[in-house]
């Protein structure tokens, strides 16, 4: 009765920390710290089993495997390899196995496992390869080492431990592939939630179209029954630069794809002011820009980040206020750099809603706030909003350095 209260001991304490690593990657870790997560879990699991079990060899042949071929299921070699010496330690060192042969019994599953990635076979069928070999090591143990005076006891373990090999194996590999359909799955949700938002935007702007031009043809019809001209044409044109830049906002929500390239922050900064330099000219306003002192380098796609900060830039140039200045400042964090934009603009009077179709601008439809956000969480950055209504934005953005 001891051994198979041991052996639900076992189980237990080597599959907990993988249970954990389930639950986290469903529903907390992102793809860059799961694996972290998963090797450090597979060390955990090692640690519990030797320190809480009897160290009994019978027992514990079942379970000390487990995190190995769990992290070939995975996939890494650099930390099976790892995983493989602490094992060859462990038996060597508890059990008295022949440090050769535990040597050439984990040598021939990595090599099994390289053979099998070059061949690009499925997982399943390493995992089958892995307990054929396990079988024959573990039976030539069980047979010289730890042999029992009764053959069938001998053979009735030999088979309770290949049948759970098989069981614990395939079930956590239909864990693994269903935690992916489920992260899976959220991704698909975000992005028909982001169709749906692209969809509402598409509906305003044709109805902010359509208002545009019925006053565009209003004026043009009217100019034919008076002599308003210039005024009836400046009043037509800025209603042509208002469509043209509903169309333009909507053509950058649409577009996902990122071109990632190593950029001098300082460099884009300076390109997006003096892209807008005569916009600041035109509308008489006072701005600075503070560059940081040093090379500072980010990774991301130039022309996102570079429209994204002109977006910002131009919320703030039509902020209606006569006196307007903007700040522009650049300073580094701990593991960010931030630019951050300030100005004595309006204020936004709902600063909630910003990024879901609203707007604070008279003429805007919000949509390039919405394209901003995007962009900058692409970037796996923040974009941070404080206003104080008649009082002025400041805008911080922060993105992630490149080391």
Do not use: W
């Not at 955990?44 to 992290?71: G, Q, R, T």
């Not at 038996?91 to 440090?99: A, D, E, P």
Request: aromatic share 14%; with cysteine.
């Amino acid at each position: 009765m001891s051994f198979f209260y041991n052996i639900i001991l076992n189980l237990m304490l080597v599959l907990f920390p993988y249970l954990i690593y389930l639950i986290l990657k469903i529903y907390v870790l992102d793809n860059k710290k799961e694996k972290y997560y998963f090797y450090l879990l597979s060390i955990v699991s090692i640690i519990l089993l030797m320190v809480f079990s009897n160290k009994n060899f019978l027992e514990l042949a079942l379970f000390i495997p487990i995190p190995l071929i769990f992290n070939y299921i995975k996939g890494n070699k650099l930390f099976i390899i790892f995983i493989s010496l602490i094992l060859v330690f462990i038996n060597n060192y508890y059990f008295n196995i022949s440090i050769y042969l535990l040597i050439l019994e984990y040598f021939i599953y990595f090599l099994t496992y390289i053979i099998s990635k070059r061949k690009e076979q499925l997982i399943n069928i390493y995992i089958n390869r892995f307990i054929i070999i396990r079988s024959f090591f573990l039976s030539f143990y069980v047979f010289s080492k730890y042999y029992s005076n009764d053959f069938n006891v001998n053979m009735i373990y030999l088979i309770f431990i290949v049948t759970s090999y098989y069981l614990i194996s395939f079930t956590f590999n239909y864990l693994i592939s269903k935690k992916i359909s489920l992260t899976l799955i959220d991704e698909i949700t975000v992005k028909l939630e982001n169709q749906e938002n692209i969809r509402n935007y598409l509906c305003a702007i044709t109805h902010e179209l359509k208002n545009s031009l019925c006053i565009t043809k209003g004026y043009l019809d009217m100019l034919k029954k008076n002599n308003k001209k210039e005024e009836y044409l400046k009043i037509i044109r800025k209603e042509i630069n208002r469509s043209i830049e509903m169309i333009q906002d909507g053509l950058s929500v649409s577009k996902d794809k990122l071109n990632y390239e190593i950029l001098d922050i300082n460099i884009l900064l300076e390109d997006v002011t003096d892209t807008l330099e005569e916009l600041f000219k035109k509308n008489k306003i006072k701005y600075r820009v503070e560059y940081i002192d040093d090379d500072v380098y980010i990774l991301g796609d130039y022309e996102k980040l570079k429209q994204v900060l002109i977006n910002v830039l131009k919320n703030s140039v039509e902020s209606k206020n006569k006196n307007l200045r903007i700040e522009i400042n650049s300073y580094i964090t701990k593991k960010d750099v931030c630019i951050c934009v300030k100005d004595n603009g309006c204020g936004i009077e709902d600063i909630n809603k910003l990024g879901n179709g609203y707007s604070n601008k008279y003429n805007g439809m919000g949509i390039g706030t919405n394209f901003s956000k995007n962009i900058i969480n692409k970037h796996n950055g923040k974009i941070i909003y404080e206003s104080v209504k008649n009082e002025g934005t400041t805008v911080n953005i922060l993105l992630p350095i490149f080391r």
